[in-house]
């Protein structure tokens, strides 16, 4: 019989949120693709996702990005499921050659439980997220009680300190 009090990290279930953002190739499908593979993945289980919106692309002459958030539970630390992440997006074709430049798929971990963490190659939460409405209107719809650890703000309430105007529900 397993024991009740799990005594290693990956035995845990822990709560996570996403962000998925396409304007390469058919935005849409690869999205939702991407869902599908997440909610297959061993110790990954999709809790619920936001919809989607159509954006304006930040950086370089680009498409519209179709964006929008996941709620995971994990039972994995967050350097695994940056892997996890980094992993589906290769396999979508993701090439990273310019920076915030198009892309296939983009997979961003933004929160793990009231985690900060902060090394070379992992950030939590997100370093930029407070400063994008493309993430912070579908995450908003999903989690927008959720206290984001380092401004100690809700999700609901760092949305309201940034400007809406290119974020578009999506139609499809």
């Known amino acids: 019989m397993k024991d009740v009090y799990p005594n290693k990290a990956e035995d845990c279930i822990h709560k996570c949120a996403i962000a998925l953002g396409s304007n390469l190739g058919n935005s849409l499908e690869i999205l939702e693709a991407a869902l599908e593979i997440l909610s297959q993945t061993s110790g990954i289980i999709l809790q619920s996702k936001s919809s989607w919106y159509q954006t304006k692309a930040i950086g370089p002459p680009q498409p519209d990005y179709l964006n929008g958030c996941a709620l995971l539970r994990v039972k994995m630390i967050p350097k695994l499921l940056l892997k996890a992440l980094l992993d589906i997006e290769n396999q979508f074709g993701r090439v990273r050659q310019e920076r915030w430049g198009p892309r296939t ?25 407070s400063d994008r409405p493309f993430v912070l209107v579908p995450l908003a719809e999903i989690a927008s009680d959720w206290v984001e650890p380092v401004s100690g703000r809700t999700i609901q309430n760092l949305l309201q300190d940034v400007n809406q105007r290119d974020v578009r529900l999506f139609q499809g």
């Open 105 to 129: 798929l983009d997979l961003d971990l933004l929160l793990y439980e009231n985690l900060i963490l902060d090394t070379p190659t992992l950030q939590i939460p997100h370093p930029r997220m």
